[in-house]
């Protein structure tokens, strides 16, 4: 257990649905991280949020969008969705400037049919 | 803008033998931080090695090593003594820049997927 958890672990939805992804950091760090991985365009970075604030965007779609809560916790929302949006989704989170670097979660597995 | 190149999409390597996988970074920060993550089938991020920009010696964890030429933004990882279960995905990433009291996101090449035959 990396201390980061993402749920669900798989999703499938049909197209034109809209889902979302929860991530929950790990103990104490105040970024999360936002990436997408697809076998065309590899791992994309899409968002950054810290201490609940927008950090920085990435290749975020429209459609998609996010937010980190009190709590730490983030959610990522896409919607509108398409085949192409089929991908797994990972978070990750990092504690403040340091060397402790960035602790990805298991990630979530969308599948759009 | 910053960019990772890997140029190995696979390589093999014998059981108990060495390997390197190449990277070759774009910057124009003085200050970056490198890292390797090990992707296996199973899907997780693993973190296996991180130099920084300034860090005179070359970074090593166990049998990995990151072999740093700053001169031609190069940043092969080694990996000593295969083991089979060193079969996997393996993604060279550098640290954008930091931002107020945060760790910058990290880019990432399109990885090298490493197959070690017994």
């Known amino acids: 257990d990396s201390g980061v958890t993402q749920t669900p672990k798989h999703l499938i939805t049909a197209t034109g649905q809209r889902v979302t992804l929860r991530c929950s950091p790990r103990?104490?760090?105040?970024?999360v991280y936002w990436y997408q991985q697809s076998l065309d365009q590899g791992l994309q970075f899409l968002i950054q949020?810290?201490?609940?604030?927008?950090?920085a965007k990435g290749n975020i779609l429209e459609r998609f969008s996010a937010q980190q809560f009190p709590d730490l916790h983030s959610e990522l929302n896409l919607s509108s969705l398409e085949l192409g949006d089929s991908a797994l989704y990972f978070c990750?989170?990092?504690?403040?400037?340091?060397?402790?670097?960035?602790?990805f979660g298991s990630g979530t597995r969308l599948t759009v049919v | 803008a910053q960019k990772i190149t890997q140029t190995q999409p696979g390589m093999f390597v014998q059981e108990k033998e060495a390997v390197t996988l190449d990277c070759t970074y774009d910057?124009?920060?003085?200050?970056?931080?490198l890292f390797w993550y090990k992707q296996p089938s199973s899907g997780e991020m693993i973190f296996l090695i991180y130099?920084?920009?300034?860090?005179?010696q070359n970074a090593t964890e166990g049998r990995y090593s990151l072999n740093f030429q700053k001169a031609r933004k190069s940043a092969n990882l080694v990996i000593s003594a295969s083991q089979l279960g060193d079969s996997a995905m393996y993604f060279c990433?550098?640290?954008?820049?930091?931002?107020?009291?945060?760790?910058?996101?990290?880019?990432f090449g399109k990885g090298t997927k490493l197959s070690v035959k017994p």
């Open positions: 990433a550098m640290r954008e820049v930091n931002y107020g009291g945060s760790q910058g996101n990290l880019i």
């Open positions: 103990s104490g760090d105040l970024s």
């Open positions: 990750a989170s990092s504690a403040r400037r340091g060397l402790d670097g960035y602790t």
């Open positions: 130099q920084g920009s300034y860090d005179e």
């Open positions: 910057t124009s920060d003085q200050s970056y931080g």
């Open positions: 949020y810290y201490n609940g604030e927008e950090r």
